[in-house]
């Protein structure tokens, strides 16, 4: 009888020797004899144990890490094949702390299942939701969005059913389901995660929203760095058709919706839905005007449906477990759960999905076990690089989006970055400056020109010249890219600015009476 065995082919285990270690076990298993069968699974997320083995046992999956090539005999020589104690084990993998208290919705599935196998996909629930949006009106599964509460995860959170419902009620004779994977912000990995580790639920996710709004075609608009999400993607897209889950007849319904992949042009502001709409257009990534919008008017001019990967993962826990089901985790106007990215100096680094209202300082500590140098934790940065520096004063503010807006920040894709207390914050204050500067499409003044000023600014307060006139100077342009920007890259780099002023004006050469007079 052989012995199954699962070893993640996740971005982030190849990155540290996943693949030595599958040939590893395969080469020992063959020299001892053994039977076994490895899977090459999604992550389970605790990227600090990857490369991450588990082992299929009749008291559940029991795992191993992070293994090295070297470490596999001695595991052989363990019984590892039968949960054996070894100084790499860490029990029953459902049990382990980390994973045993999350809420997991979107990632269900992740680390359990074969990413490629479609049998493996509908055994643990895969295409209810798809089944249940064919049988149901366009009107009422808007309704059934709109009343799940679910708000876009791509960072803007605007509500989803309205997006939708915009794009059901305008007529036209093409419409569009776009898949924003072009996920550039620092820290994040849940989207690439998904792609690589359950594509299925993403196609599911875009397949219900085709036949939803009436749109027959979609792209999955993949971020140019991420290579194996696209071999993932394509692989089941075509097992997809394959099955009759796409193409002119989906699921025997009918309805046609065709999906395909487009690879990112490797743009930060291509993450912005006009941007990429206009790279997918074959055209330079620039951002559009507004009005019109891109429900109404998107792609190639059509009624388009812009969602990240993790909202259309989110739809199909909508559609086969209800609006209910899905609005009862959360809290005030944030609803679900948030798939949360702990990265930069911590301990545990890794996924965490969470229902809304969960603080920082349970995710900090709780999960990433604090920082990685063990010395105190000064800030963290949520929601990417245009994200304010949250101080540990504000830790246990509960991951809402209305009450991290009132504190002047943002959840954004749920990443967090975190920084010890050695870092200086004028630095990074400089760096967000220079960052939006960098990757500005230059369409529009306050962004293009005014981030450049805004570095020049901060070094001559970093350098000690007249810090009171040129702090004054920095926060009238912040307000102005704030304000007159086109879109989220120059409106909401002032967010890591002002909020690196505010909370830690010492590594300005300022002090806080200072900075309370300025203002």
């Known amino acids: 009888m052989s012995t199954k065995l699962f070893v993640p082919r996740d971005s982030s285990a190849l990155s540290v020797g996943a693949e030595a270690v599958a040939n590893a076990i395969a080469l020992e298993a063959a020299r001892r004899g053994e039977a076994v069968t490895i899977v090459r699974n999604g992550s389970r997320g605790m990227m600090w144990l990857e490369p991450l083995v588990e082992v299929e046992t009749g008291d559940g999956r029991v795992g191993y890490g992070p293994v090295a090539p070297a470490d596999v005999p001695g595991l052989f020589n363990a019984g590892f094949l039968s949960g054996g104690a070894h100084r790499l084990a860490i029990g029953q993998v459902e049990q382990h702390p980390y994973l045993a208290q999350q809420d997991r919705l979107c990632f269900a599935r992740m680390g359990i299942t074969d990413p490629l196998s479609l049998d493996d996909y509908r055994a643990h629930g895969g295409l209810k939701g798809l089944q249940r949006a064919l049988s149901a009106s366009g009107a009422d599964a808007v309704a059934m969005v709109t009343a799940s509460g679910l708000r876009g995860r791509g960072g803007a959170a605007f509500p989803t059913g309205i997006k939708w419902k915009t794009v059901l009620d305008t007529a036209a004779d093409q419409k569009y389901i776009v898949c924003n994977a072009d996920e550039g912000d620092s820290g994040t990995f849940s989207d690439r995660m998904t792609m690589e580790g359950d594509p299925f639920v993403l196609i599911e996710g875009m397949a219900i929203a085709g036949v939803v709004t009436g749109a027959t ?29 796409l193409g002119a007849n989906v699921l025997g319904s009918g309805k046609r919706f065709d999906l395909e992949v487009r690879r990112g042009a490797g743009a930060y502001i291509c ?22 919008v891109p429900a109404v008017s998107g792609l190639f001019g059509k009624p388009t449906v812009v969602n990240n990967v993790i909202t259309f993962s989110s739809i199909t826990i909508i559609f086969e477990r209800g609006a209910d089901f899905y609005r009862d985790y959360g809290m005030g106007r944030s609803r679900g759960t948030l798939p949360i990215q702990l990265a930069g100096n911590i301990k545990r680094g890794g996924l965490v999905e969470k229902a809304f209202g969960v603080t920082l300082r349970e995710l900090l500590y709780d999960y990433g076990g604090g920082s990685a140098t063990g010395r105190p934790i000064r800030a963290v940065q949520v929601g990417g690089p245009l994200g304010a520096y949250v101080p540990a004063s504000q830790f246990d503010t509960p991951l809402d989006y209305e009450a991290f807006a009132t504190m002047g920040a943002m959840v954004g894709h749920g990443g967090i970055v975190v920084f010890d207390d050695t870092v200086d914050m004028a630095h990074m204050a400089r760096y967000a400056m220079e960052f939006c500067a960098i990757e500005s499409c230059g369409k529009c003044t306050p962004c293009r020109i005014g981030s450049t000023r805004g570095v020049e600014t901060i070094d001559k307060i970093i350098a000690g010249r007249e810090r009171g006139a040129q702090t004054k100077l920095l926060e009238d342009l912040c307000e102005t890219m704030l304000h007159g920007s086109l879109c989220a ?14 909370h830690f004006p010492e ?3 300022l002090d806080r009476a200072g900075i309370a007079a300025a203002a």
Do not use: C, Q
């Open 489 to 502: 890259l120059g409106g909401m780099t002032p967010f890591p600015v002002l909020s690196a002023l505010k």
């Open 217 to 245: 075609r979609g792209f999955i608009y993949n971020r140019s760095e991420y290579p194996h999400a696209e071999r993932a993607l394509i692989a089941a897209i075509a097992s997809a058709y394959a099955a009759g889950i």
């Open 507 to 509: 590594d300005f050469g």
């Open 271 to 292: 993450g912005e839905e006009t941007s990429l709409l206009e790279s997918l257009e074959g055209k330079r990534g620039t951002v559009r005007f507004k009005p019109p």
